[in-house]
T-cell receptor, first 112, second 115 residues
Framework: GQNIDQPTEMTATEGAIVQINCTYQ??????LFWYQQHAGEAPTFLSY????GLEEKGRFSSFLSRSKGYSYLLLKELQMKDSASYLC?????????????FGRGTSLIVHP | DAGITQSPRYKITETGRQVTLMCHQT?????MFWYRQDLGHGLRLIYY???????DKGEVPDGYVVSRSKTENFPLTLESATRSQTSVYFC??????????????FGPGTRLLVL
């Protein structure tokens, strides 16, 4: 089994930088995903980490430390459209198949 | 149209009725998933399927039934709907790349209200 923890809500100012943390405990870790979900819409893929370190993709970066069971999503130059829920999902091996399990999500509010 | 679709998008039903939510994907992805999303709980896995005719329970399977006779379809049935099953249901699919990155692609969701 696994336990995934993210802050429930964060607020930030347009143009600023925000870091959304995710901690997890798993029995067979095989990758961590970040998804973005705007209100009333489906989640969409943002990033994937399986090895330790930082993955950068434009304004978004994601970091992973497997030994610490820790990841963060870094959003730079925040825009109003970044207001959304950010979901951390960890792939585990509960019964022979790698199945992602999601945290409860972090609701990010960007204000002017 | 290519992608992953769900139907209906909105459904109102009554307690005790049977309801089937449809999910269809055109990518021939091996894996398909059903999640429900509720405030305070995030996305919770109901059932998943690794291939046609192979299904497994997720975190919250009680009260739900699935089947996968064809790779592209993965219907979810609520055999006797209860008010606690009022939720937003998301279907997702992903490839089977032998343990490598398997991004999930989500359908638009079905909003179900059980009265």
């Amino acid at each position: 089994g696994q336990n995934i923890d993210q802050p429930t809500e964060m607020t930030a100012t347009e143009g600023a930088i925000v870091q959304i943390n995710c901690t997890y405990q798993t029995s067979g870790f095989n990758g961590l995903f970040w998804y973005q979900q705007h209100a009333g819409e489906a989640p969409t893929f943002l990033s994937y980490n399986v090895l330790d370190g930082l993955e950068e993709k434009g304004r978004f970066s994601s970091f992973l430390s497997r030994s610490k069971g820790y990841s963060y999503l870094l959003l730079k130059e925040l825009q109003m459209k970044d207001s959304a829920s950010y979901l951390c999902a960890v792939r585990d091996l509960p019964g022979g198949s790698y199945i992602p399990t999601f945290g409860r999500g972090t609701s990010l509010i960007v204000h002017p | 149209d290519a992608g992953i679709t769900q139907s209906p998008r909105y459904k109102i039903t009554e307690t005790g009725r049977q309801v089937t939510l449809m999910c269809h994907q055109t990518w021939s992805h091996s894996y398909m998933f059903w999640y429900r999303q509720d405030l305070g709980h995030g996305l919770r896995l109901i059932y998943y399927s690794a291939a046609a005719d192979i299904t497994d329970k997720g975190e919250v399977p009680d009260g739900y039934v699935v089947s996968r006779s064809k790779t592209e379809n993965f219907p979810l049935t609520l055999e006797s709907a209860t008010r606690s099953q009022t939720s937003v249901y998301f279907c997702a699919s992903s490839e089977d790349s032998g343990g490598l990155q398997e991004t999930q692609y989500f359908g638009p969701g079905t909003r179900l209200l059980v009265l």
